[in-house]
């Protein structure tokens, strides 16, 4: 399955991999160089930690860029009225009898600490396009689903400020 991105999703990540391959992958080279200058390198808990500081951002850089190859560019606009990325939106849980606020999101800036969700998710897949006012089933399993209504729609802007998610 294709990474669902934005035109800004592919920025965010493009300056990650050219900070990451311009700036700590220096510092991390630098950092083995300095502990592997300290001597026996059999009990050299620095050499080690660097190394692994040094592998990770490699394996960081070819995540993000897998990521990128295997994306699908998507358009942030949808109509005024229907949910779209990027929108604000109020639900109310028809089971549980209450009301959360989500942001819709592409699967790689998704963080339910946020209230962010992905469009990708079942809620998100559920609710994308649908109008105020509408209650929507979201299907999680064969065996279970539950309704949700949704109160109110709010277009928000994408400002560029939430990182995306680290793995």
């Not at 109008?131 to 277009?155: L, W």
């Amino acid at each position: 399955m294709k990474n669902q991105l934005t035109q800004k999703d592919v920025k965010r990540i493009q300056d990650e991999i050219e900070y990451r391959k311009l700036v700590v992958r220096k510092k991390a080279i630098e950092a083995v160089k300095e502990a592997r200058a300290q001597g026996d390198l059999s009990e050299n808990f620095e050499y080690y930690a660097a190394k692994k500081d040094k592998n990770q951002n490699e394996s960081r850089i070819r995540y993000l860029e897998r990521m990128l190859r295997n994306s699908e560019i998507i358009s942030e606009r949808s109509r005024e009225d229907e949910v779209g990325l990027n929108n604000t939106v109020t639900l109310y849980f028809v089971e549980d009898g209450e009301e959360e606020t989500y942001k819709l999101v592409t699967s790689v800036r998704g963080n339910s600490l946020k209230n962010y969700i992905s469009t990708e998710s079942p809620i998100g897949a559920a609710i994308l396009g649908h109008k105020a006012g509408e209650t929507v089933h979201v299907k999680v399993s064969d065996q279970y689903g539950y309704d949700v209504e949704i109160r109110a729609i709010e277009n928000t802007v994408d400002d560029g400020s939430d990182k995306l998610r680290s793995y």
